[in-house]
């Protein structure tokens, strides 16, 4: 009796111990999957956010003037002659109407780096597509480069404004401009400046310290070379900040520092040196506008925080691109040239175009492969093949087809189709093939599926009333079994659109500059598709395409919610419960 | 390209007729009582459109698949006979060429030089003795070998050029220069003649370059392309002709002509099925095949491939090293495999087994509804996605995050960057796999269990667990081979550099990395570097096959226990 009491006690002490376990392991549970959906959220999360930027884009409307000796050099508004003329040329001269200070060459590299030539092409077919053009002034819009795009996003460079706290007196002497505060207004900025390169060269001089510290431990030679080169580099950076905060005539500013432009009206001068006071400071005019010794009180101190050696965009260009703006002349809209061009170097005229018509071309041949013969092969193992070792083996075949790595594909694809059978390079028959056989064994169990799932009373009441086996099979299980037939190849087709590995062996890898053909020579052209251009995109130096990347990937996710919307959606409508 | 189409199309509607004529004929000849045919007629239909159709389509497809090569094949003959004096001019001229056989003999002897350095340092190795002088003597020799072959090269190049110019400036002697330059040409060289022919002759795509010789090569090609069209239209034409006829005659009321339909389907049905077969052979063809083109490239030495430390296949001449084949090692890409799929591992299999218990010991099924196609859209998530993500959000991420915990030296691209996500993306198939199976645990067991007073927590760890434990196991080892080949995560964020290290903050290189960097570099197919790529997936192969089959036999023996 006593004994059944402690067990009793001892069971009943031990329960709510045991019911914490009981919740806690729940909760692991439950935790297991809200980390993963948290982790789809985020990804999803995080390349929405990314892709936004690449759906607005910068574009300049020039007032360009076709003159007739530049751009139809013949004179005679033939096509060929047109085709002869100088198209940049004219942008540029429209460009330069816009700045008529600028002269020096130099100069205007850095202005006419604020486009690329290839625009011009448009303008091109433009005017040969409407010879009346020459001689007519037209508006023309095209992109602005990425890196000022990215610049006007605020995306590449941190900047600050504020208004001149007191008066400043100008003099002009050549290309130098002394400027005179009636107080140090400089001085903040300076003093800001001074703090942080202290702050800098403080940290050099500590990692130099924990380098040399970490010296005596490192025995390898090699590895010891690059201590001390790290070592070297380190104290060097220190040694460049301490000297440039030792100079007692003032603060020069170079590349590796903040700019400091002044910007009064039209006019903008690049700081080179402040002095010590922070009261005078002199400069180089980077945007001239009728610039004589005059005295202005309503300027703007413009600080350009990131320094000149990590961005791409120069000072002089961050100046154009503002004032182009200021004038109404660069525009922010909608980007349409992603969903219309095909691929470019160039971030800001790249599209994904050629990628999608190319992804079409494949999964049209990946289809017209794959589906016939992965629902041949399920009905002749489903329905018609004997028990006998040579069916076994197919079977075999194909589970492990499915577990195969999809990179082998590609390596068959290379070394059968494209060397034994000759087959062109990079193009939508060869990758479409190769997807093929991929996504096989995937319609081929899926198809078996549906197969099975057909009652077996369908099959003898055909059967009964005189149907031969394939008569039985064809007319009355395979259009039961054919919605999970269709909707197993949608599936599969979706897994195939996904697919880069595979088609980076065959070449697809390629950049194709036209978007391939949308018919029946586009199979054997070189192209490229949605996930290899996002592969191609992901791997470029370009910032830009950062954000294009994120877009396109968009773009893929979408055309995938549509092959399962689609195939879900076949399935709610004719699948049949028995 | 145009004529063939027409005549598919051709073809087709001559299939349809063929289809009519057999459905009239039967019922002609059944003469107004179906039921004294054999078959139902569109049987006879069926019957003579196969007849119809098959034969000539399978002529046309052999011909849009072989034509071309033929006719490649046919006109290069052609103008390589043309060639002849060309030819014969010039290898008359290099046996005359008294440079020639200098270097020749120069090149004799240094091959000689090598062999002998190389025993020598065979045996040096297996004597473990020193080894550095050997491995300097046959560096040096390898250079001086690559001088030597680029001037014999220059040499012939200067020659076959003298020799070309003698030709006439005529068709004739386009013609032969054009037969002259193909023979001289390397296979790859050749490849690239012939489609910038095709390409002038019949406007297939853009040519490389235009040059007389492949003008003339391209209107060489002209005749023997139309002959072979027409002959092969008109043939394809008369056989589908000929087939309807002679099926039409066939047709009579005792004819079985649905036996007949019916067996060329089962022939079609099994012809779609071998072709997994085919395929699988196709795949272990090739990979051993071009494997072990790889192998005799670096000699026989597999125990280096498969135990060798160093692996650097981009490095063309290297002192220390055989010949000028790089480094071949692939430890340290075994070795980067296996750090990112342990990684994997253990993000993917906690995750995924308790996602997989809850939603089938614990979720309603609402919950279960909306949750499980969650986890199966990470599936669907294309890999090159995954890839972005790891390499501009969680790389700079685990980066920063390294850095400030103190470690100064991460990277990007590291092995935790990849194996986390590449985790993430195979916690589907875990879950969805061991869903299966801890369902197929009979719920006697359970009511077992509960009956002994467990809670569910505790039947299912000392109960259910257990019973699944073989399915679990397998789910896991199929997680495992879908984490080695995986692909594209790898490619973007674990990084190029083959480094042997158990440091998951380092960047690391995988398998299928390596396979990527090889094939698409550049292309020269016949390079142990390229060669390699197949070794490797041999490998890869090899690996995840036998995985797979472990795997398989261990879920199917559980099965068996419960069913």
Redesign the interface.
């Known amino acids: 009796m006593s004994k059944a009491t402690s067990i009793r006690d001892a069971?009943s002490a031990r329960l709510p111990r045991?019911?914490r376990?009981?919740r806690?392991?729940?909760a692991?549970?439950?935790?297991?999957?809200v980390?993963?959906?948290i982790?789809?959220a985020f990804?999803v999360g995080?390349?929405i956010i990314?892709s936004v930027p690449a759906f607005t884009a910068h574009r300049l409307t020039l007032p360009v003037m076709l003159t007739e000796d530049l751009v139809d050099p013949r004179g005679d508004r033939s096509e060929a002659s047109l085709r002869r003329g100088s198209y940049n040329s004219a942008m540029q001269a429209a460009l330069r109407e816009q700045f008529p200070g600028i002269e020096s060459r130099t100069e205007l590299r850095e202005l006419f780096g604020l486009y690329s030539a290839i625009n011009s092409a448009r303008l091109l077919s433009q005017v040969v597509e409407d010879p009346d053009l020459v001689g007519q002034t037209i508006e023309f819009e095209f992109p602005i480069s990425d890196d000022a795009d990215l610049y006007l996003k605020g995306q590449t460079v941190d900047e600050r404004r504020e208004a001149g706290r007191a008066p400043i007196t100008l003099t002009v002497d050549g290309e130098t401009v002394t400027l005179r505060g009636d107080e140090p207004v400089f001085a903040v900025f300076s003093d800001r400046l001074r703090q942080a390169m202290t702050q800098r060269a403080e940290a050099d001089e500590a990692e130099a310290a924990r380098l040399i510290a970490t010296l005596d431990r490192i025995i390898d030679r090699d590895e010891r070379e690059v201590t001390d080169a790290q070592i070297e580099r380190a104290q060097r950076r220190a040694e460049r900040l301490r000297l440039q905060l030792a100079d007692a005539s003032g603060l020069q500013l170079g590349p590796r520092d903040p700019s400091l432009l002044v910007r009064a009206g039209e006019t903008v001068i690049a700081i080179r040196s402040i002095s010590s006071d922070g009261q005078t400071a002199q400069g180089e005019i980077l945007l001239p506008a009728g610039l004589g010794p005059r005295r202005v009180s309503d300027w703007v101190l413009w600080e350009i925080e990131t320094p000149a050696a990590t961005r791409l965009i120069t000072d002089r260009q961050i100046v154009f691109t503002r004032t182009l703006r200021d004038r109404g002349l660069v525009r922010n809209g909608f980007n349409t040239l992603l969903f219309v061009n095909a691929d470019s170097r160039e971030p800001e005229l790249a599209g994904v175009r050629g990628a999608f018509v190319g992804s079409i071309l494949t999964m049209v041949v990946t289809m017209l492969l794959a589906v016939?013969?992965?629902v041949?092969?399920a009905?002749?193992?489903e329905e018609?093949?004997p028990k006998n070792p040579v069916t076994a083996?197919?079977e075999v075949?194909?589970?492990?087809?499915a577990?195969?790595?999809?990179?082998?594909?590609?390596?068959?694809g290379?070394?059968?189709y494209i060397?034994i059978?000759?087959l062109p390079r990079s193009t939508p028959l060869v990758g479409g093939m190769v997807l093929a056989?991929m996504t096989?064994?995937t319609v081929?169990i899926s198809s078996r599926a549906a197969l099975k799932a057909v009652p077996p009373s369908i099959r003898e009441a055909a059967l009964g009333v005189g149907a031969?086996?394939?008569q039985a099979v064809?007319h009355h299980v395979l259009p039961l079994a054919l919605p999970g037939m269709l909707t197993g190849s949608i599936i599969g087709l979706?897994?195939a659109?996904?697919?880069?590995?595979p088609l980076?062996?065959i070449?697809m890898?390629a950049f194709v500059a036209d978007p391939p053909f949308f018919g029946?020579s586009g199979f054997t052209?070189p192209a490229t598709v949605m996930?290899?251009q996002?592969?191609i995109w992901?791997?470029s130096a370009e910032r830009a395409f950062?954000a294009r990347?994120?877009a396109a990937?968009l773009v893929?996710?979408t055309l995938?919610i549509v092959f399962?919307a689609v195939a879900i959606y076949l399935r709610r409508r004719y699948e049949r419960r028995w | 390209m145009q004529i063939t189409v027409i005549v598919a199309l051709a073809l087709l509607v001559l299939t349809a007729i063929g289809f009519l004529v057999g459905r009239r004929r039967a019922t002609r000849v059944a003469s107004g009582q179906p039921s004294a045919l054999h078959s139902l007629p569109s049987y006879y239909g069926y019957y003579i459109a196969i007849w119809t159709g098959l034969p000539a389509l399978t002529l046309l497809f052999a011909y849009g698949s072989f034509g071309s090569s033929l006719v490649n094949i046919l006109t290069m003959g052609e103008l390589e006979r043309e060639a002849a004096p060309l030819i014969r001019a010039y290898e008359a001229d290099l046996s005359e060429s008294p440079d020639y056989q200098t270097l020749n003999e120069a090149l004799g002897q240094i091959e000689t030089e090598i062999e002998a350095t190389r025993n020598a340092l065979e045996q040096a190795r297996q004597a473990r003795g020193p080894v550095d002088g050997y491995q300097r003597d046959l560096g040096e020799l390898t250079l001086d070998r690559n001088d030597v072959s680029d001037a014999i090269e220059n040499l012939r190049e200067q020659i076959a050029f003298a020799v070309a110019a003698r030709a006439p400036d005529s068709v004739a002697g386009h013609r032969a220069r054009a037969g002259f330059e193909y023979w001289r040409a390397r296979p790859d060289r050749r490849d690239l003649f012939i489609a910038d022919a095709r390409a002038i002759a019949f406007q297939e795509g853009f040519p490389s370059r235009v040059t007389p010789t492949l003008n003339a090569a391209g209107a060489a090609m002209v005749p023997w392309e139309s002959l072979f069209r027409w002959s092969f239209a008109g043939a394809a034409l008369a056989l589908a002709v000929g087939g309807l006829t002679w099926a039409r005659g066939q047709v009579s009321a005792g004819f079985r002509a649905r036996n007949r339909v019916e067996g060329v389907i089962s022939i079609v049905l099994f012809a779609t099925s071998v072709i997994a077969i085919l395929t699988t052979l196709g795949i272990v063809l090739s990979l051993v095949f071009e494997s072990i083109r790889f192998f005799a490239a670096i000699e026989w030495r597999i125990h280096e491939f498969l135990f060798g430390l160093q692996w650097s296949p981009q490095i063309g001449i290297r002192a220390d090293q055989v010949g000028q084949t790089g480094a071949f090692g692939a430890v340290p890409l075994f070795a980067g495999t296996a750090l990112i799929t342990v990684i994997a591992m253990c993000v993917a299999v906690p995750v995924g087994l308790f996602s997989a218990i809850y939603l089938s010991e614990y979720a309603s099924p609402k919950f279960r509804s909306v949750a499980k196609p969650v986890l199966e859209i990470l599936a669907g998530v294309p890999t090159v996605v995954y890839g972005f993500f790891a390499l501009l959000t969680v790389g700079p991420f685990l980066r920063e995050f390294a850095i400030f915990l103190g470690y100064e030296d991460a990277v990007t691209q590291s092995a935790l960057s990849a194996g986390l996500v590449m985790g993430v993306m195979i916690i589907p198939f875990v879950s969805s796999l061991s869903d299966d199976v801890i369902n197929a645990v009979p719920q006697s067991l359970r009511d077992g269990a509960y009956a002994m007073g467990a809670t569910k927590s505790e039947a299912v760890r000392q109960v259910v667990l257990p019973a699944a434990l073989p399915g679990i196991v397998g789910a896991i080892l199929l997680a495992v081979s879908r984490a080695i080949g995986e692909t594209m995560i790898v490619v973007m964020a674990a990084g190029p550099g083959a480094n042997l290290t158990a440091n998951p903050l380092e960047s690391v290189t995988t398998i299928t990395v390596q396979i990527v960097m090889l094939i698409t570099g550049d292309q020269e197919f016949s390079s142990a570097k390229t060669l390699s790529a197949f070794a490797l997936a041999l490998v890869l192969f090899t690996l995840t096959l036998l995985l797979n089959i472990v795997a398989l036999r261990v879920v199917e023996r559980f099965r068996e226990r419960y069913e």
Do not use: D
């Open positions: 069971v045991r019911h376990a009981e806690r392991f729940q692991y549970g439950l935790a297991a999957i980390m993963a959906v982790f789809l990804l995080s390349i990314q016939p013969i992965g041949g092969a009905i002749y193992l018609f093949a083996f197919i075949n194909i589970n492990n087809l577990a195969v790595p999809s990179i082998v594909f590609g390596l068959l290379l070394a059968v060397n059978f000759g056989i096989l064994p081929i031969s086996k394939t064809f979706a897994q659109l996904g697919e880069t590995a980076l062996m070449g890898v029946l052209e996930p290899v996002i592969f992901s791997t950062e990347t994120a990937i893929l996710l995938m399962n």
